[in-house]
């Protein structure tokens, strides 16, 4: 069964500093690695497709990277406006088009 | 205009009721979707629709029906609604082309069985 870790699962941050999330998976076979952005009373947000090991993905203050084992979303100097529920979920090779999602970091940047 | 949208936003009923719940996307895409994300915030897929299959996740009860009048609506129905079923729904959609897989989602519908 494919699954997704995310931690931690809350993050508080002041405003500048910049951090890591984690997303820790288990995949019969990778096909691809998505972040998103879910702001509260939202639907999820696009941010990146990441598929293979050593591949790396920027939007302004966000980049991500992928291992065999893992993906890092790295924030930064992250500003308020980037306080949102980051998600990571992975697509298995033999799933379709169908996303196995984590629990999210919840993310507080304080001004 | 919005890409994904998915009416009402807040569905409030009684244990036994019959509800459905709307989605319509105008981004041409040919893939739809259905996710539920709970109170820890897990979303999880129901199901997969395009013109030539229905993907269903197994752990999901056969009272949960997707409905799809065309290739731009996909609309939930769920019968004798139980307190588990409290959540809230997200409709999204994608192209079916490898590269170009990302989901739009729709605002989500907060229901609650009373």
């Known amino acids: 069964e494919d699954q997704v870790t995310q931690s931690p699962e809350a993050l508080r941050l002041q405003e500048g500093e910049s951090s890591s999330l984690n997303c820790s998976y288990t995949?019969?076979?990778?096909?691809?690695l998505f972040w998103y952005r879910q702001d509260p009373g939202k639907g999820p947000e696009f941010l990146f497709t990441l598929y293979s090991a050593g591949e790396e993905k920027e939007k302004e203050r966000l980049k991500a990277t992928l291992t065999k084992k893992e993906s890092f979303l790295h924030i930064t100097a992250p500003k308020p406006e980037d306080s949102a529920t980051y998600l990571c979920?992975?697509?298995?090779?033999?799933?379709?088009?169908?996303?196995?999602f984590g629990g999210g970091t919840r993310l507080m940047v304080k001004p | 205009d919005t890409a994904v949208s998915q009416t009402p936003k807040y569905l409030v009923t009684q244990m036994g009721n019959d509800k459905s719940i709307k989605c319509e996307q105008n981004?041409?895409?040919?893939?739809m979707y259905w996710y539920k994300q709970d109170s820890k915030k897990f979303l999880k897929i129901m199901f997969s629709?395009?013109?030539?299959?229905?993907?269903i996740n197994e752990t999901v009860p056969n009272r949960f029906s997707p409905k799809s009048p065309d290739k731009a609506h996909l609309n939930l129905h769920i019968n004798s609604l139980e307190l588990g079923d409290s959540a809230v729904y997200f409709c999204a959609s994608s192209r079916h082309r490898e590269g170009d897989e990302k989901l739009f989602f729709g605002s989500g519908t907060q229901l609650s069985v009373l």
């Open positions: 979920a992975v697509q298995a090779q033999n799933a379709g088009n169908m996303l196995t």
């Open positions: 995949v019969s076979g990778l096909r691809g």
């Open positions: 629709y395009n013109n030539k299959e229905l993907i």
């Open positions: 981004l041409g895409h040919d893939t």
